[in-house]
């Protein structure tokens, strides 16, 4: 009797920058030993050199990234401003920063506007952001009537798939893939164009966005994260694992 294609126990591709796609490997690892797992990087992550005046008369800073408060912790020793985090993997790494007043919001931009919208901090507030940004959250808050600019701290560069990469997918088997952002699905997806895929690709996506920006040819509906960060997406990812697991286990 032939083997099924995706009779071996699955595996997992991660597209996100160094950093974090180790820690979440690292998580997923605890909770599948033995679990193997692809880092191939479709982002870099690129500090840019911070303005002088990034924060002159800013009342608060506001940050969608671990990689911001990074940037921004580098290039200024300013820790008494208040700061407005997207989610919580941002606000623990402001905490570590050194800074003092932290808020949280729900873990995504829109989260984040809605917060700043009902709190009305005094301004003026700066964001300080990738290059590549989802939404334009100071355009947002000055919408909202709130004093609000930003600044870029960092480039999110696209890379090309590496050979690891390439061999994951040229392998039979299910392969599990996270996508964290809209735009490193649609890397993914430009990327597979030119690589022979023998893997049946299981998406979990952070959020419907980034959901619906992976739609190559065959692949299975993207199962969505409960809310959008990363300790929802490793409980997504870990549920899909046991699921393909258990679907191994009744052939």
Same mark, same amino acid.
């Given at each position: 009797m032939p083997t099924h294609p995706d009779a071996a126990a699955p595996r997992v591709l991660l597209t996100r920058p160094r950093p974090q796609a180790d820690r979440f490997a690292a998580a997923l690892r605890a909770a599948h030993p033995g679990l193997a797992i692809t880092i191939a990087p479709l982002l870099e992550i690129v500090p840019l050199a911070l303005p002088h005046d990034a924060a002159m008369g800013a009342k608060g800073l506001i940050f969608t990234s671990e990689n911001g408060v +990074?940037?921004? $912790? !580098?290039?200024s020793a300013r820790r008494d401003l208040p700061v407005w985090c997207v989610g919580p993997r941002t606000a623990q790494a402001a905490h570590e920063a050194g800074f003092g007043t932290v808020h949280q919001a729900g873990g995504d931009a829109v989260a984040l506007i809605a917060a700043l919208r009902r709190a009305r901090p005094e301004g003026p507030l700066v964001h300080l952001h990738g290059r590549h940004? !989802? /939404?334009? #959250? +100071?355009? !947002? &808050? /000055?919408d909202a009537g709130l004093e609000a600019r930003d600044h870029e701290v960092y480039d999110q560069r696209a890379r090309g798939l590496d050979p690891a990469a390439r061999a994951a997918l040229g392998t039979p088997g299910a392969l599990v893939v996270p996508l964290f952002s809209p735009r490193s699905a649609r890397l993914l997806v430009a990327a597979l164009a030119g690589v022979k895929v023998a @893997?049946? &690709?299981?998406?979990? $996506? #952070?959020? +419907? @966005? $980034? +959901?619906a920006a992976f739609a190559p040819p065959g692949a299975p509906k993207a199962l969505i994260s409960a809310t959008p960060d990363a300790e929802a997406m490793a409980r997504a990812v870990s549920a899909r694992i046991r699921a393909l697991e258990a679907d191994v286990s009744a052939r």
């Open positions: +990074a940037c921004y $912790a !580098a290039g940004m !989802a /939404r334009d #959250i +100071a355009r !947002a &808050l /000055r @893997a049946t &690709l299981h998406p979990v $996506a #952070i959020s +419907a @966005a $980034a +959901a």
